[in-house]
């Protein structure tokens, strides 16, 4: 059991306790006096979850407001065979990028790693297509390509200052 599931249970235990004692409409003072000491203890340990989850990759499949995202841009990522893939992703309407974990696939793996080359070579980003969806019922789906490249900028003409004469020619 990792640092942030036993926080949770702790928590889960103390908040538990403290609804009963509520709930139970006990008059004696000694169990009112836990209840506020154990409510005070939960703020805490409550930030120190916070804190702690703060520096880890998010798992993708845990993202909820954001479930529906069509792209990403990937600014970087990490692979650690057999365990994760680590990627830093920035959404559409989000300028700062985030920490998720996917989950281990050696040909996702090597999808990433080819479109990460193509994109170094042809100068754009590397986009991840439907960062939080089901990979397992969409196996056959390309997960990560490269950005088209930016479209050239419209030339400017510059007219210069011609002057034009009209007439005959007499010779």
């Known amino acids: 059991m990792n640092l942030v599931n036993t926080i949770f249970a702790i928590a889960t235990l103390m908040l538990g306790i403290i609804l009963w004692i509520t709930v139970s409409g006990e008059k004696r003072v000694a169990l009112r006096v836990c209840a506020l000491v154990l409510g005070v203890c939960f703020l805490p340990l409550g930030f120190g979850a916070m804190t702690e989850l703060l520096s880890k990759p998010k798992p993708a499949s845990l ?15 990490i692979v650690r065979e057999n365990e994760a893939i680590y990627v830093w992703l920035q959404l559409p309407d989000d300028p700062k990028p985030r920490s998720y974990e996917l989950p281990w696939s050696e040909a996702a793996a090597i ?33 990560f390509y490269t950005a088209a490249q930016p479209k050239s900028p419209p030339k400017q003409v510059v ?5 034009v004469f009209s007439g005959s020619n007499t010779n």
Do not use: C, I, Y
């Not at 993202?63 to 990937?74: C, H, I, P």
């Not at 999808?111 to 196996?139: C, I, V």
């Not at 007219?159 to 002057?163: A, I, L, R, S, Y």
């Open 63 to 77: 993202e909820w407001l954001q479930r529906t995202a069509d792209e990403a841009k990937v600014h970087g990522s």
């Open 111 to 143: 999808e990433m790693h080819k479109a990460k080359n193509q994109a170094d070579a042809q100068g754009t980003a590397l986009m991840m297509k439907l960062p939080f969806a089901n990979r397992k019922k969409q196996q056959t789906e390309q997960q």
């Open 159 to 163: 007219e210069d200052d011609v002057t």
